[in-house]
Nanobody, 124 residues
Framework: QVQLVESGGDSVQAGGSLRLSCTAS??????????LGWFRQAPGKEREGVAA????????YYADSVKGRFTISQDNAKNTVYLQMNSLKPEDTAMYYC???????????????WGQGTQVTVSS
């Protein structure tokens, strides 16, 4: 079991930046949850994967809609994964969730652990 706590959500104007943090209650290199991902869900829309990182090898994955604007990274010492979001657009507005799974890493696989979410609002 691992608990995930997100933070960093805020309201910003288009073109601005935010950094989201996801802190795990245990080591993020643990085999049980060594793939951490960020997902988002806007009102009336399905949840979508944004980015993921395999902490064992630093492999990263991004949705096409955020490539070149968002960067996922990790800090093992702090058991934290970050999502740096630059050049934000109104369509990035959503609740952002951190999730973790063990084993194969991809945004397409099922994730076992989820945080409560942090709201990002981008105004035009």
């Amino acid at each position: 079991q691992v608990q995930l706590v997100e933070s960093g959500g805020d309201s910003v104007q288009a073109g601005g930046s935010l950094r989201l943090s996801c802190t795990a209650s245990g080591p993020i290199y643990s085999y049980s949850y060594n793939c951490l991902g960020w997902f988002r869900q806007a009102p009336g829309k399905e949840r979508e994967g944004v980015a993921a990182i395999y902490t064992g090898g630093l492999t990263t994955y991004y949705a096409d809609s955020v490539k070149g604007r968002f960067t996922i990274s990790q800090d093992n010492a702090k058991n934290t994964v970050y999502l740096q979001m630059n050049s934000l657009k109104p369509e990035d507005t959503a609740m952002y969730y951190c999730a973790a799974r063990g084993g194969y890493c991809s945004m397409e696989y099922e994730y076992n652990y989820w945080g409560q979410g942090t709201q990002v609002t981008v105004s035009s």
